[in-house]
């Protein structure tokens, strides 16, 4: 998730405020991203969300679905109404795919990745920084080859493609450890930086 794709997200919530605004986000081989806003059907608009069917089919045509979003607006004032309610959490499972939440009051950000989703193949994909990039790519890669859960963790939005990630500090929080080089084994990740000694 990057600056690019929050700020579609939240313009789109902004403008069906006090209602949810829900919709896609999907990437194509070509490193295209598109953030797909949809109707909200819904009967209670400013509690729920619901989107056609017809719109996901929209949303697969443009690329891999990566997520969906929703927001939550007016009624969800007090703090601990900014997170992802049961619902949603249940969708997100049933969906196979990582749910996006904009929480206009807070202007807060949440993401979940259920246990259901299926990366995209890890050959061929385009860089595209905040959704396939070289942290997600180690991530997916554990999460289909070895079963292994890594945390999401997304570039800041004041990041750049030419600023650091913090890849040192992630290494840690996921529990990777330093090996010498002469006990380098298969699955292992070797951190390197470009352009450097």
């Given at each position: 998730?990057?600056?690019?794709?929050?700020?579609?997200?939240?313009?789109?919530?902004?403008?069906e405020n006090p209602n949810e605004a829900c919709g896609f986000v999907s990437v194509n081989y070509l490193g295209e991203v598109t953030v797909l806003p949809c109707e909200n059907l819904a009967h209670n608009k400013k509690g729920r969300f619901s989107i056609s069917p017809q719109k996901n089919l929209e949303a697969e045509k443009a690329g891999?679905?990566?997520?969906?979003?929703?927001?939550?607006?007016?009624?969800?004032?007090?703090?601990?109404?900014?997170?992802?309610?049961?619902?949603?959490?249940?969708?997100?499972?049933?969906?196979?795919l990582p749910a996006i939440l904009y929480v206009h009051p807070h202007d807060a950000w949440h993401y979940h990745r259920p246990a259901t989703y299926k990366p995209a193949d890890l050959l061929g994909r385009p860089f595209v920084w905040g959704v396939w990039d070289c942290y997600s790519l180690v991530k997916d890669y554990y999460k289909l080859i070895k079963g292994v859960v890594l945390g999401d963790h997304f570039p800041a939005d004041d990041a750049s493609i030419h600023s650091n990630f913090g890849y040192e500090t992630l290494h840690t929080k996921e529990r990777f450890h330093e090996v010498p080089l002469e006990d380098i084994q298969k699955d292992d990740v070797i951190l390197l930086r470009l352009k450097s000694e």
């Open positions: 998730m990057n600056a690019e794709i929050k700020a579609k997200i939240k313009e789109h919530a902004l403008k891999h679905i990566v997520a969906f979003y929703h927001s939550h607006a007016g009624e969800f004032l007090d703090e601990a109404s900014n997170k992802f309610s049961r619902e949603d959490l249940e969708t997100a499972y049933e969906a196979c």
